[in-house]
């Protein structure tokens, strides 16, 4: 495996990085919100390097480009899991109890694994209902604040 940095659109190793430094855009528009001190709005982001591709123009910023890399991956595993437990869930509904345990068992590491797929079910579907009740808690929080928000701006 090499760690040889290649363009995400066209796969060249023909790059160059450039420090972006102040902008003067955000500086002014930092002054004209906040005064003269908003002056140190150029400097946002200034450390940031941007990567171009000199075979296709591409440009990147590698830090933003890992981050949503690693976005997509987690969005891709946890619909990997949702998959194969409501596989799962399908199985053991149906009364497929040896085939529920294949699937549980070749999905889940072995330090979470259950001693029996009735306790698996059991323990996953309480854990379902408890992210369930989170959820609709933090929704109700956010439109609680909400309302609150208008109700002062009004």
Known sequence: MTNEIKCPKCGSTQLTAQKKGYSATKGV???FLTGGVGLLAGFHGSSDID???LSCGNK???EKLHKQTEAESMREDIQKYNEWKNEFYHAYESKDFSYAEEIYLANTPERQRSSDVHAAYKFLKTNDR???IIG?????IVIGIFALLLKWLA
Do not use: D, E, K
């Open 29 to 31: 528009a930092g002054a």
């Open 51 to 53: 990567i171009t591709c």
């Open 60 to 62: 990147w910023n590698p």
């Open 130 to 132: 408890q992210l369930t």
């Open 136 to 140: 609709v808690i933090a929704a109700a």
